[in-house]
């Protein structure tokens, strides 16, 4: 079995408190985008992991795509075993949920392939104690997300958008840019209602006065690349430019395929990690 697991990419992310267990209630809107990991699932008597690709992350039992098989196995009680083997595409640590994306690939495909039945919602509850995005990846689709990760609403897309993506550096430690958050003040917060009225309408106008990212401001005092990259892709013509989750990864949303696909080739020469991309329906597609 065959599973293309899809990063994702912030429209807003937005911070709204915290509760008493130090969980941060989140609103953000967010969806897949087409660079993607691949896994791949075959039947075995043991569970196995083996990585590849790039970046080529160690093949042990922290990673979320076998413990993702593990948790699968303790709620299910189901015995069964699958060498997993995955390759990688999505930058790591660059707040594109690659990880995440990895596990609901697992969760997802090893349900089907186990035969083990369980729902959306059961699927859902499982991700949600890997990460707080895994069940966005495993639902897909324009989503606002709140509470920890677990309240979602799927959102009409009015259109498709064509994206480059940049990792000007390397990956910034999310509880880092949580903390130095709380000590920043006067941070800009996105229009999060308009942005979802843009996105669905497709009103790229208001779509560039209403994206926003809170943590924008701290991860770049702690990474200038972020914002010189941000800033490039504001200069080449982007409609609107911005960091993705707690970084390190940005983001411009251009007019054209063709225009985005010259930028991200150009700046390629001072980023190696840049890559061209458009927005998704789907977060996983699994092939038997
Ligand atoms: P998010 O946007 O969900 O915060 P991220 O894009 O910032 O995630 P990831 O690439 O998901 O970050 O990786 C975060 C951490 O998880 C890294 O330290 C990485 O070593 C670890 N990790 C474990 N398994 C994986 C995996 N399959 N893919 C990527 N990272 C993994």
Redesign the pocket.
Known sequence: MRIKAR??I?WTLDILGQREDGYHLMDMLMQPVSLA?TITLTPAGELSLS?GGYPK??ANE??????AAVALQEATGCRRGAAIH?E?R??????????????AGVLAGLNRLWGTGLNQEQLEAIGLTL???VPFCLRGGLTRTTGIGEKMVSLPCGRCYDLVVIQPCR??S?SEVFAAYHEKENIPRPASDNAQQALASGDTALLATSLGNVLQAVSQDMRPPIGEAITALKQRGAITALM??????VFGVFATEEDARDIARSLRNHWASTFYCRTCPESLIITD
């Open positions: 990063a994702k912030n990991d990585t992350l160690p922290r990673n979320l795509a076998y413990r995955v990688k999505i930058p790591v640590g660059a707040g594109m949920g690659g990880g995440s994306a990895d596990a990460g707080a995005d990956g910034l999310t993705t989750g707690s970084g390190s990864a």
